[in-house]
């Protein structure tokens, strides 16, 4: 299947670089094609200006080249993965910006008069979110989880009523160990290493399941997960 990687983080060099890669080479390993959108690097800009405004409102969205490159690999792809680390309990304002910007009328839905929104993307049979946070996961229940709704809710709409969602994330990441990083991407590497996840139901609920990879697979990537933490991001809500 072909595979789309929409990748939102401005440093080449941050943990999330490498939550991006390890899910990038798993889909490869199970046989996907993959397509990873750097947003930053590719200077995606996620302003909507007056003019796409305007044609939005006519329920319609004006793309540009590049917009329109990411729409029609979108529109042609069957898993939508979405990397980034949560910032102000939400998405970073370049992967809204992209949202609103490619997956609008005419991409992801169509507007029907007297029934709303009827989604384009009954094409999607997996839809993953992984995202990283610099809060525990207490603060995610004060505060509610913003991105994650966004993704697994609004855009899950818009795909088939047989579409899979799967969820990965790591918490609490401004005082995480070189292990707990680790287990976190070998969790995403045998989630998505594998042609179709045991133990996500096609409705998107997680199965009771054991460590992914085991003490093997958490061993292998502790080398580098060790390497890429920046001891630098300052405790809050960064989610490097």
Same mark, same amino acid.
Request: proline fraction near 6%.
């Given at each position: 299947?072909?595979?789309?990687?929409?990748?939102?983080?401005?440093?080449?060099?941050?943990?999330?670089?490498?939550?991006?890669?390890?899910?990038?080479?798993?889909?490869?390993?199970?046989?996907?094609?993959?397509?990873?959108?750097?947003?930053?690097?590719?200077?995606?800009?996620?302003?909507?200006?007056?003019?796409?405004?305007?044609?939005?409102?006519?329920?319609?969205?004006?793309?540009?080249? /590049?917009? @329109? !490159?990411?729409?029609? *690999?979108?529109?042609?792809?069957?898993? +939508?993965?979405?990397?980034? $680390?949560? %910032?102000?309990?939400?998405?970073?304002?370049?992967?809204?910006?992209?949202?609103?910007?490619?997956?609008?009328?005419?991409?992801?839905?169509?507007?029907?008069?007297?029934?709303?929104?009827?989604?384009?993307?009954?094409?999607?049979?997996?839809?993953?979110?992984?995202?990283?946070?610099?809060?525990?996961?207490?603060?995610?229940?004060?505060?509610?989880?913003?991105?994650?709704?966004?993704?697994?809710?609004?855009?899950?709409?818009?795909?088939?009523?047989?579409?899979?969602?799967?969820?990965?994330?790591?918490?609490?990441?401004?005082?995480?160990? /070189?292990? @707990? !990083?680790?287990?976190? *991407?070998?969790?995403?590497?045998?989630? +998505?290493?594998?042609?179709? $996840?045991? %133990?996500?139901?096609?409705?998107?609920?997680?199965?009771?399941?054991?460590?992914?990879?085991?003490?093997?697979?958490?061993?292998?990537?502790?080398?580098?997960?060790?390497?890429?933490?920046?001891?630098?991001?300052?405790?809050?809500?960064?989610?490097?």
């Amino acid at each position: 299947m072909r595979a789309v990687v929409v990748w939102a983080h401005p440093s080449p060099d941050s943990f999330s670089a490498t939550v991006c890669a390890t899910a990038a080479t798993a889909l490869r390993r199970a046989g996907h094609q993959v397509e990873v959108l750097d947003l930053y690097r590719e200077a995606f800009d996620p302003v909507m200006d007056r003019e796409q405004w305007r044609a939005y409102r006519q329920e319609e969205t004006l793309l540009d080249d /590049a917009s @329109r !490159r990411h729409a029609d *690999l979108v529109l042609r792809s069957e898993i +939508l993965v979405f990397v980034y $680390p949560t %910032w102000w309990f939400g998405l970073p304002a370049m992967l809204k910006g992209w949202l609103e910007r490619v997956l609008g009328p005419g991409v992801a839905f169509d507007i029907d008069a007297g029934h709303g929104p009827r989604g384009r993307l009954g094409h999607v049979r997996h839809l993953v979110g992984i995202s990283t946070y610099g809060s525990p996961r207490l603060d995610l229940l004060l505060h509610g989880d913003a991105g994650r709704r966004t993704l697994l809710r609004s855009v899950r709409l818009s795909c088939g009523p047989r579409c899979r969602s799967t969820w990965l994330a790591l918490y609490d990441l401004d005082r995480s160990t /070189a292990i @707990r !990083r680790a287990t976190f *991407l070998a969790q995403i590497d045998t989630s +998505l290493g594998r042609r179709r $996840p045991r %133990w996500t139901t096609p409705l998107g609920r997680r199965r009771p399941r054991r460590c992914p990879g085991g003490t093997a697979a958490i061993s292998a990537a502790t080398e580098t997960a060790t390497a890429v933490a920046d001891p630098s991001v300052p405790s809050g809500t960064a989610g490097d």
